[in-house]
T-cell receptor, first 112, second 115 residues
Framework: AQSVTQPDIHITVSEGASLELRCNYS??????LFWYVQSPGQGLQLLLK??????LVQGIKGFEAEFKRSQSSFNLRKPSVHWSDAAEYFC??????????FGTGTRLKVLA | GAVVSQHPSRVICKSGTSVKIECRSL??????MFWYRQFPKQSLMLMAT?????????EQGVEKDKFLINHASLTLSTLTVTSAHPEDSSFYIC???????????FGPGTRLTVT
């Protein structure tokens, strides 16, 4: 069955530290993959997406993600976290049905 | 481009009444629209998929008679929560997909509170 997994429910980092949020997928074929951020009470904001081509994808707010087929992963990274990055992060994938499968989300806390 | 709006952003209704939420694609034609429900501190749960001019396809466990979805035009879909009860209180998010794309564009969400 198709799935998107975010192994970490909560992550806490200090401001200025680097960040990596994990996302693993299980699809028959290579899916289209997305990372979204959601602040409390708000909608989803797209950070970046992978359709094909270069496996290192640059997004907004200084985020990047790397697609690794061999590891079925699409991890999100940021070299230096800012306090305003505290939010919920969702990884999502889609394939032939156009439906998105969302991961369970990772809540990021940033320590001053 | 690719903006999706939802109205209202917040709504409070009394138990037993119905409430309608609108989802509009403002600058593109939405072949398919999706409705999600999100409980506090949880991920998005797909409720249904609607294609313009067709009946919506509901996910398993979603009551189609309680959550009425209409997709009458390529820019508008509506979700009506009928005979709402407190357990229907939630954050409802719509998204829209244009023809020949896989990407969904999300609305800002509607907070429904049933008292």
């Amino acid at each position: 069955a198709q799935s998107v997994t975010q192994p970490d429910i909560h992550i806490t980092v200090s401001e200025g530290a680097s960040l990596e949020l994990r996302c693993n997928y299980s699809y028959g074929a290579t899916p289209y993959l997305f990372w979204y951020v959601q602040s409390p009470g708000q909608g989803l904001q797209l950070l970046l997406k992978y359709f094909s081509g270069d496996t290192l994808v640059q997004g907004i707010k200084g985020f990047e993600a790397e697609f690794k087929r061999s590891q079925s992963s699409f991890n999100l990274r940021k070299p230096s976290v800012h306090w305003s990055d505290a939010a919920e992060y969702f990884c999502a994938g889609t394939s032939g049905t156009y439906k998105y499968i969302f991961g369970t989300g990772t809540r990021l806390k940033v320590l001053a | 481009g690719a903006v999706v709006s939802q109205h209202p952003s917040r709504v409070i209704c009394k138990s037993g009444t119905s409430v309608k939420i609108e989802c509009r694609s403002l600058d593109f034609q939405a072949t398919t629209m999706f409705w999600y429900r999100q409980f506090p501190k949880q991920s998005l749960m797909l409720m249904a998929t609607s294609n313009e001019g067709s009946k919506a396809t509901y996910e398993q466990g979603v009551e189609k008679d309680k959550f009425l979805i209409n997709h009458a035009s390529l820019t508008l879909s509506t979700l009506t929560v009928t005979s709402a009860h407190p357990e229907d209180s939630s954050f409802y998010i719509c998204s829209a997909r244009a023809l020949e794309t896989y990407e969904q564009y999300f609305g800002p969400g509607t907070r429904l509170t049933v008292t």
